[in-house]
T-cell receptor
Framework: DARVTQTPRHKVTEMGQEVTMRCQPI?????VFWYRQTMMQGLELLAY????????DSGMPKDRFSAEMPDATLATLKIQPSEPRDSAVYFC??????????FGQGTRLTVV | GQNIDQPTEMTATEGAIVQINCTYQ??????LFWYQQHAGEAPTFLSY????GLEEKGRFSSFLSRSKGYSYLLLKELQMKDSASYLC??????????FGAGTTVTVRA
């Protein structure tokens, strides 16, 4: 049962702390997306990768967010330092270029 | 960039039909997707259109007109479990996938 796996599922942290979210894409998928979802903004694309190379990260606040793919089985999204406005659900999705994207269950981040 | 518009909310009765419209403007088009998202869960794929016309999958159908920048998702024989948010998404020529704000559908008995 292939699925996108995200860890942690929930994270509560204090303002100023570093947060790292991890995503294991479905094996064989070469496109990976990071989205942030809030009630106010909906699903915002933060960054996406093709064959581990970043194609577009214009949706990310560059001063505090970074996204990487150390290898084909792992994508990471880091926030340093975190702020209360970063509280949201962060989704990772993976897919093949001509197919639909599959979403992980998300990481619910609360920054207090 | 991409601009994707869909209604915020719709309400319908169990057993009825609801049509959710989506209009888009994009710098390059390479497919339109519909996803369903129940509260507290991840979006799940419903349908995909890349050519003009209607795609049917059971109770759900999706239509695309590329010249008009328009799509709709048709939900037939509504069931209570269809109460969810429905997200329209557009893929551009760089395979960037962007989403509309979503339409919350409430099905009433």
């Amino acid at each position: 049962d292939a699925r996108v796996t995200q860890t942690p599922r929930h994270k509560v942290t204090e303002m100023g702390q570093e947060v790292t979210m991890r995503c294991q894409p479905i094996l064989g998928h070469n496109t990976v997306f990071w989205y942030r979802q809030t009630m106010m903004q909906g699903l915002e694309l933060l960054a996406y990768f093709r064959n581990r190379a970043p194609l577009d990260d214009s949706g990310m606040p560059k001063d505090r967010f970074s996204a990487e793919m150390p290898d084909a089985t792992l994508a990471t999204l880091k926030i340093q330092p975190s702020e209360p406005r970063d509280s949201a659900v962060y989704f990772c999705a993976s897919g093949l270029p001509d197919r639909e994207a599959f979403f992980g269950q998300g990481t619910r981040l609360t920054v207090v | 960039g991409q601009n994707i518009d869909q209604p915020t909310e719709m309400t319908a009765t169990e057993g009825a039909i609801v049509q959710i419209n989506c209009t888009y403007q994009t710098s390059g088009f390479n497919g339109l997707f519909w996803y369903q998202q129940h509260a507290g869960e991840a979006p799940t794929f419903l349908s995909y259109n890349v050519l003009d016309g209607l795609e049917e999958k059971g109770r759900f159908s999706s239509f695309l007109s590329r010249s008009k920048g328009y799509s709709y998702l048709l939900l037939k024989e509504l069931q209570m479990k269809d109460s969810a948010s429905y997200l329209c998404a557009v893929r551009d020529n760089d395979y960037k996938l962007s989403f509309g704000a979503g339409t919350t559908v409430t099905v009433r008995a």
